[in-house]
């Protein structure tokens, strides 16, 4: 087994979808990491394409000025999902309870995770759905800092260092056959001005992990 079953408890053990009963229209992540993903969406994501944003919520942070065919998004909160302009369709399921998703095999040309990856407990199963929903030379990619709600991130993340972070989703995506090998990104976020206008430096780190459906 990829992880042990003490590695997938939570501080908070009850029912995720209680946690996220309530929306939370914010981001979760500074503004350099936003705009870091939507340059990295931009470069990666084709045009006119499917998209499938998985663990989703108000926002997708997709590039403006690209369209796509098709943006499918899940989350837990229908709220939060109803308010996101660029989602066509949206689903609400608890990935933990039921991992399962009620998509077609091969029907995604992109599947997205946006700061949530810390939250799956079974990402064996979960990451072997991103892999049946992608069509052959479909790209995954999984994002992610350094903040997270502490009392519903798995033990695996909240004790790794954010070097182990990184190889943890690494090896979600190596151990299920058909991923390519997976590609690291790792950037520091930059200030925002008014920030430096105080004299702080630094902002959130972004890391991206990143692979393709490489069978057919």
């Known amino acids: 087994m990829l992880l042990n079953p003490n590695q997938r408890e939570k501080l908070d053990p009850s029912n995720d979808a209680l946690f996220y009963e309530q929306p939370r229209f914010v981001t979760h992540v500074d503004e350099g990491f936003i705009q870091q993903l939507t340059d990295l969406y ?18 997708s ?21 109803a308010r996101n302009s660029r989602l ?4 609400v399921q608890n990935l933990n309870l039921d991992p399962k ?4 095999d091969r029907s995604f040309d992109a599947v997205l995770n946006t700061v949530s990856v810390q939250y799956v407990q079974y990402p064996e199963a979960i990451f072997t759905e991103i892999h049946r929903v992608l069509k052959p030379g479909g790209i995954a990619i999984i994002s992610f800092s350094n903040r997270m709600f502490y009392q ?6 909240r004790d790794g260092s954010e070097r182990d972070r990184v190889e943890l989703v690494k090896n979600y995506f190596k151990a299920i056959p058909g991923f390519s090998q997976p590609e690291v ?3 520091q976020s930059q ?7 105080f004299g702080m430096s630094g902002g959130d780190p972004f890391y991206a992990v990143i692979a393709t459906r490489v069978d057919s």
């Not at 998703?101 to 077609?104: A, D, E, Y």
């Not at 519903?152 to 993340?157: H, P, R, T, V, Y």
């Not at 200030?191 to 206008?197: D, R, Y």
Request: aromatic share 10%; glycine share 4%; no cysteine.
């Open 42 to 59: 931009r470069d990666r994501l084709k045009p006119n394409s499917r998209i499938f944003d998985m663990m989703s919520s108000w926002v």
């Open 61 to 81: 942070h997709l590039p403006d000025d690209v369209q796509f065919e098709h943006v499918e998004g899940h989350g837990l909160n229908a709220a939060e999902l």
């Open 88 to 91: 066509d369709h949206y689903f």
């Open 101 to 104: 998703l009620p998509l077609p």
């Open 152 to 157: 519903k991130a798995i033990a695996a993340w």
């Open 185 to 187: 990104i790792v950037k």
């Open 191 to 197: 200030t925002p001005p008014v920030l430096q206008l």
